[in-house]
């Protein structure tokens, strides 16, 4: 079983729709989370850090859920830049990073 | 500020080959990491390094090397390359550990 999971897609959604992945992970020792964006043929970028009580930034919101061991990410009002894959990735101690395969999000006209 | 360059961003070798590929950072970050991903795996950590002069073994280390000989600099070494070493490679770096990493632009890399 993978250490972090989450749902390869593709989600095909138009724009303006609003979109959720959902990533779990295995660790209960988890320290820290986040979600990276990741475009076609290039290199990883923060999208954003998960915290516990859950945070948002601008139509990005995402949510932890220790109890359960996912986290979440919500995308609203969707624009078509927002197509790209969405890494979720989990820290269980102070080096080791673990990656998600990526979900593949694509937002039509 | 360039932030974190790799090079060389393509290279195609024969199986037996050795060869390295050079990550550099300009943002004083202790922590220097490389990654290989491939599809329908997500990125995998191969070596990492919390300082110059340091260097441990990440998730799928066999058949790599590296060296951290200065600080803004960290080396994967392929020794003999395997059709199964053709990836992307990513290397990373960060602040502090298991936090925000700022990632290279990748090495794609072919193995024959």
């Known amino acids: 079983?993978?250490?972090v999971e989450q749902d390869p897609g593709p989600f095909n959604v138009p724009e303006g729709a609003t979109v959720a992945f959902n990533c779990t992970y295995s660790n209960s020792a988890s320290q820290s989370f986040f979600w990276y964006?990741?475009?076609?043929?290039k290199e990883p970028k923060l999208l954003m850090s998960v915290y516990s009580s859950g945070n948002e930034d601008g139509r990005f919101t995402a949510q932890l859920n220790r109890a359960c061991q996912y986290i979440s990410l919500l995308?609203?009002?969707s624009k078509l830049s927002d197509s790209a894959t969405y890494l979720c990735v989990v820290g269980y101690n102070n080096n080791d990073m673990r990656f998600g395969a990526g979900t593949r999000l694509t937002v039509k006209p | 500020n360039a932030g974190v360059t790799q090079?060389?961003?393509?290279?195609v070798l024969k199986t037996g080959q050795s060869m390295?590929?050079?990550?550099a950072q300009d943002m004083n970050h202790e922590y220097m990491y490389w990654y290989r991903q491939d599809p329908g795996m997500g990125l995998r950590l191969i070596h990492y390094s919390v300082g110059e002069g340091t260097t441990a073994k990440g998730e799928v280390p066999d058949g790599y090397n590296v060296s951290r000989l200065k600080k803004q600099n960290f080396l994967l070494g392929l020794e003999?390359?395997?059709p199964s070493?053709?990836?992307?490679?990513?290397?990373?770096?960060s602040y502090s550990g298991a936090n925000v990493l700022t990632f290279g632009a990748g090495s794609r890399l072919t193995v024959l």
């Not at chain 1, 964006?37 to 043929?41: K, T, V």
């Not at chain 2, 090079?7 to 290279?11: E, V, Y």
């Not at chain 2, 070493?85 to 770096?93: E, G, I, L, N």
Request: with cysteine.
């Open chain 1, 75 to 77: 995308i609203r009002d």
């Open chain 2, 20 to 23: 390295t590929l050079l990550c």
């Open chain 2, 7 to 11: 090079t060389p961003k393509f290279r």
């Open chain 1, 1 to 3: 079983r993978k250490e």
């Open chain 1, 37 to 41: 964006r990741q475009d076609c043929r």
């Open chain 2, 85 to 93: 070493q053709t990836s992307v490679y990513f290397c990373a770096s």
């Open chain 2, 80 to 82: 003999s390359a395997a």
